[in-house]
């Protein structure tokens, strides 16, 4: 399949986040209608998302998961109806390999694999699709996640766990270009290891593969801040910032049009060659 927009340009990518699900923890329910769910996406895309990351299974902490039938029916009709719509790249969020297939036959050009390629069958279907992979680490599943927390160095052993991936997947056919990788915010850690990996950002981001992180108002931020959920948009952008200003890639987020302008602004502050203050007001 042709992979659209190009993502090599130098902005910071959005990955906008789309649950067709009832019970993801921040949008769950809200899009569980088809044309809801497409409108959503529309609308982050006109804010300015590069993918829409479509899900239809909640990997919240110790959600059990769903069927494949089940997340086939929620996500397969609104991954064909904005892959005919748009220009941005589509996104699936699954970590069934049949669930997979139908995503990228229906039109979606990358897999977001927050298992870490515990099944290998995930690389082989992306390398016959010639998609992008984001390997996110975690441990376990969902339901158990948290109780797989013991590191001895956790920014150390995140990497080492997906460098065994990444192996997997070049040997399964995945061009190295298509390899992105996730640390896996709130996956099998605790709020103090959140912020480790996110102080300690550049010794992923310097490995060589586009680093995507997904901090969207998740419980670390509740965790040092005392907000609640539907008021973590500061936190939020705080951690985008600190991403994007120790190296990522792109960041997924609910809040497209925000951290947008987040992601402007730490890129400018960074980039050697900074835009001109005209050229930025015009752009
Ligand atoms: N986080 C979630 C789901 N998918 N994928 C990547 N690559 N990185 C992440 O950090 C990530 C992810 C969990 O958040 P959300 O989709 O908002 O909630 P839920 O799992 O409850 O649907």
């Known amino acids: 399949m042709t992979v659209k927009r190009p993502l090599a340009n130098n902005h910071p990518i959005i990955m906008g986040i789309l649950n067709v699900t009832p019970d993801s923890f921040s949008d769950g329910g809200l899009y569980l209608d088809t044309r809801q769910a497409v409108r959503r996406g529309l609308e982050m895309v006109a804010e300015g998302a590069d993918i829409l990351d479509i899900g239809g299974e909640s990997t919240r902490p110790g959600s059990l998961g769903v069927s494949e039938e089940e997340e086939k029916r929620r996500i397969i009709p609104v991954i064909k109806a904005l892959s005919r719509r748009t220009g ?6 699954t970590r069934k390999p049949g669930v997979a297939d139908a995503a990228l036959e229906a039109g979606a050009g990358m897999l977001n694999d927050v298992s870490n390629l515990r099944d290998i069958r995930l690389a082989e279907l992306v390398a016959a699709a010639r998609a992008h992979l984001v390997l996110m680490h975690s441990r376990g599943t969902p339901e158990i996640m ?8 956790v920014v150390k052993e995140v990497i080492e766990e997906l460098m065994i991936s990444v192996e997997t997947a070049l040997a399964c056919g995945v061009p190295r270009d298509r390899i992105w990788l996730d640390p896996g915010i709130g996956f099998a850690k605790t709020a103090a290891h959140n912020l480790e990996i996110f102080r300690r950002l550049e010794e992923i981001t310097s490995l060589g593969y586009p680093v995507l992180i997904g901090p969207s108002r998740k419980s670390f931020i509740g965790a040092f801040s005392g907000a609640d959920i ?13 991403g994007i200003m120790k190296g990522a890639s792109a960041v997924r987020v609910h809040d497209v049009s925000v951290m947008r302008q987040a992601t402007t602004i730490a890129r400018a502050i960074t980039a050697h060659q900074a835009p001109k203050v005209g050229e930025a007001v015009n752009a």
């Not at 941005?88 to 969020?93: G, M, N, R, T």
């Not at 948009?233 to 910032?241: K, L, N, Q, R, S």
């Open 230 to 242: 539907d008021n973590r948009i500061g936190g939020t952008a705080a951690a985008v910032t600190a």
């Open 88 to 93: 941005a790249l589509i996104s699936v969020d």
């Open 146 to 153: 948290q109780q797989l927390t013991q590191y001895e160095d």
